[in-house]
């Protein structure tokens, strides 16, 4: 989505205020600013209010609606994303701090017709039933899976504890996630 | 909730990020990891008119080697803290509280600087700076201070930094001749400290020669207990010591009750930790010697 900048912020530059420290020239203040991103390899220019968080942004300006809000401060991990290759809360971002960062959300995953290995974990295990935690957990999981391709059921306990789960009693997404690891490990459908 | 709307700037150096602060003051503030301030604004309990960003301040995120102390920047992710090997090797109680913090999630983005600038009384880095006997290196306009943890924390979630200052590095002094430990017990991994207990001991075959214990989630800001450190001195690290220790623990700390956990729980389990802690410090202690 490519939007005109508004209004180009407001720049009113914090010299303005007090000029003793003039010799540093300071970074703009801004209330809107354009930001480039890629989102699932694809690049998008927009301009933003700074007061956007991440997971708002891509929810609403670009209508990735997989990654879902239900705390927003940071406690259930409905919102994990990856920003640079990193499992992060998109809820305790700014959309205008990714500026220039590449960020992977569920729907970078897999497709209906063709599904991540992680994915068909889940589904074969019944890792969801509402499904409203399942993208915070896949995003979780696949960063932890790439750090980590040979996990103890102690360390799948551990990462699982940062995202909550209403539903399924969580046995269902420990065991996911142990056959995911397999199966990525033996290179199947990845 | 959304944030209350603020303006954003991005300064790219230490100094820039000064005189921002310099210029707004109480207006002003700090965004590091984010992942203590911005549940603030999304509760809109924090509402500053202007957010200024360390996160491209890339001068404050490093792990330096100067042979007796380990430097910290303020704004080192706590996750590359816990993945360093350096820290491992020089630093192992650090090392091993950082890993209680949160979850990775947080720690992707958490700060060093952050951690201890927000002072939570249940968090972990506060009290290894406290046990460790680390500085906190604060930086204004106007100057540089070094403080010491007693100095910098102040209470519950106030430290001694003045709004147009920053706490730019944390000296760590390299501990490699203790044992140490650090345990804590809480509801779920990755949940705040009910209460958590930093442990450093030296040892002369089964007797100790030194210890210091450090506290967190039992006050306002965290504590050593000088008593309870005296009382392991000298004397094995058996059950009557340790069962001395854990009374002292009893009867000297303070803490509240909440939700979680009444006082007199907290104090019974602080008690114990400590024990713990002292014992799987001084078996590390004997490993290193064996080594
Ligand atoms: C789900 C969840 C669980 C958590 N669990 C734990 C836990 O178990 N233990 C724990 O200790 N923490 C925990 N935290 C908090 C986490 O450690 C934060 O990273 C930390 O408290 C703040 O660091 P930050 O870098 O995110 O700072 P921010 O949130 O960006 O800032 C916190 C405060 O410090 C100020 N500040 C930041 N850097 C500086 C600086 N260099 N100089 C001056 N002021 C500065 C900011 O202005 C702000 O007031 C948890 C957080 C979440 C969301
Ligand atoms: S919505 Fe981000 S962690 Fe809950
Ligand atoms: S499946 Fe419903 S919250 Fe997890």
Avoid at chain 2, 69 to 97: H, N
Avoid at chain 2, 101 to 116: E, K, Y
Avoid at chain 2, 160 to 165: C, F, I
């Amino acid at each position: 989505m490519k939007r005109r900048a508004q209004t180009n912020a407001s720049r009113r530059t914090p010299q303005a205020r007090r000029s003793k420290q003039a010799k540093v020239s300071l970074p703009p203040l801004w209330t809107r600013k354009e930001i480039r991103l890629r989102v699932n390899g694809v690049e998008y220019t927009s301009t933003v209010d700074v007061r956007m968080t991440l997971v708002d942004f891509l929810r609403h300006e670009l209508g990735l609606t997989g990654t879902h809000v239900g705390c927003e401060h940071g406690v259930c991990g409905a919102c994990t994303i990856l920003l640079d290759g990193q499992a992060v809360r998109s809820c305790l971002l700014f959309a205008v701090q990714a500026d220039g960062a590449e960020i992977t959300t569920v729907e970078g995953l897999g497709t209906p017709e063709r599904l991540h290995p992680l994915q068909e974990a889940f589904r074969d295990h019944h890792a969801l039933q509402c499904g409203f935690c399942t993208p915070g957990f896949l995003m979780s999981t696949l960063a932890f899976l790439r750090e980590n391709p040979e996990p103890s059921d102690e360390q799948i306990r551990e990462v699982l504890a940062g995202n909550l789960c209403r539903c399924t009693g969580y046995q269902g997404i420990i065991d996911a996630v142990r056959d995911a690891a397999q199966r990525l490990r033996s290179g199947y459908g990845a | 909730m959304k944030p209350a709307p603020f303006q954003y700037t991005a300064p790219e150096t230490v100094e820039e990020s000064l005189v921002l602060l310099h210029t707004f003051r109480e207006e002003g503030k700090p965004l590091a990891g984010g992942q203590s301030l911005v549940p603030l604004l999304n509760m809109r309990l924090a509402r500053p008119s202007v957010l200024i960003d360390l996160n491209r301040v890339r001068e404050l995120s490093y792990i330096h080697d100067e042979d007796a102390t380990v430097s910290i920047g303020a704004m080192t992710r706590q996750r590359a803290v816990e993945l360093s090997s350096l820290v491992r090797e020089k630093l192992p109680l650090l090392a091993e509280a950082v890993r209680y913090i949160g979850h990775p999630q947080i720690r992707n983005r958490g700060t060093v600087g952050g951690s201890l600038a927000h002072a939570d009384p249940a968090a972990e880095l506060p009290v290894v700076t406290l046990v460790l006997g680390a500085q906190l290196v604060v930086r204004g306009l106007e100057g540089t201070r070094v403080l010491r943890p007693e100095e910098f924390f102040v209470s519950f979630l106030q430290t001694a930094l003045a709004p147009e200052e920053l706490l730019v590095e944390v000296r760590f002094p390299v501990h490699r001749t203790y044992g140490t430990a650090f345990l804590e017990v809480a509801r779920r991994h990755g949940d705040y400290a009910l209460v958590g207990v930093a442990a450093m001991v030296q040892m002369d075959g089964e007797r100790c020669t030194e210890a210091r214990l450090g506290f967190t989630g039992v006050g306002p800001v965290p504590v050593r207990l000088p008593e309870a450190e005296e009382a392991a001195t000298g004397r094995p690290l058996d059950d009557s010591t340790l069962g001395e220790i854990a009374r002292i623990v009893a009867a000297r700390l303070d803490p509240h009750s909440d939700i979680h956990a009444s006082a007199t729980y907290r104090k019974e389990v602080a008690g114990i930790l400590a024990g713990r802690a002292l014992r799987l410090a001084a078996e590390r202690f004997k490993q290193r010697e064996g080594a």
